[in-house]
């Protein structure tokens, strides 16, 4: 299998930070490095992280002075040495199986690009009827105009390059401009597989608000194209 370089963005996340390493020290596809790129924490975010170097011998810890989540992934981008990518945010996890089973899928089914499904196992029931609505729309969605949730995506540094990046004047949906785009020169869809999702969007801004942000801006998307001009406000890190 693949050789993968994990590019995972943080910004004052040395509560959750931790968690993500830990999956990710004990994945059985060993073959990995992990670029952490951290947009100028206020907290321990970085030591946090810095902690598992012994457990994640390819660790590398980038610092930032600017913040910026499409400017993070591309900076990771940069820094990788393996041909493979995947995004994360700090907030997910993985099981111990996942990038082997990724891998083979994306091998198996010769995808470049691929998005995961949510997970929503030992979450409360408004949280899986949330993350089974959004689910849907992207399983849909693939088809005809792709969607996919930033904070789990596979690519290669073949098709990240010749996009030119994640689209560092996108503010809001981003993640699903890079898969759209890449959609046209490569053949997109969902991996038969799930990560775990960090409840705190859906804890802080509710079901019906997040569903509805998220489905105002893919329509407006749709008729008018990407917002390049904070069309609709969203803050990267505004999550508690």
């Not at 509560?15 to 490095?33: A, C, N």
């Not at 910026?68 to 040495?81: C, E, M, W």
């Amino acid at each position: 299998m693949d050789a993968v370089s994990i590019i995972v963005i943080t910004l004052n996340e040395e509560k959750r930070i931790g968690r993500l390493m830990e999956d990710l020290s004990k994945q059985t596809h060993k073959e990995f490095e992990v670029i952490l790129v951290d947009s100028n924490s206020d907290d321990a975010t970085c030591e946090v992280a810095q902690a598992f170097e012994e457990s994640l011998p390819h660790l590398v810890v980038h610092k930032m002075d600017t913040r910026g989540v499409s400017l993070g992934r591309n900076t990771g981008a940069a820094l990788a040495k393996h041909e493979r990518l995947l995004f994360l945010d700090a907030d997910v996890r993985l099981e111990r199986n996942f990038l082997a089973k990724a891998l083979s899928e994306l091998e198996d089914r010769q995808l470049e690009v691929a998005g995961v499904y949510m997970g929503a196992a030992g979450l409360p029931l408004v949280h899986k009827l949330g993350y089974g609505l959004f689910n849907l729309g992207l399983f849909v969605t693939q088809f005809v105009f792709p969607t996919a949730v930033g904070a789990c995506i596979f690519s290669t540094r073949r098709v990240h390059q010749q996009l030119g990046g994640f689209d560092q004047e996108i503010v809001l949906c981003e993640d699903c401009d890079y898969v759209k785009r890449a959609s046209k020169t490569w053949r997109f869809r969902f991996l038969k597989l799930t990560f775990g999702f960090d409840p705190r969007r859906l804890d802080q801004d509710g079901v019906f608000k997040m569903g509805t942000t998220y489905l105002k801006a893919n329509v407006r998307r749709f008729f008018f194209g990407e917002m390049r001009n904070n069309e609709m406000e969203y803050k990267f890190g505004h999550y508690q």
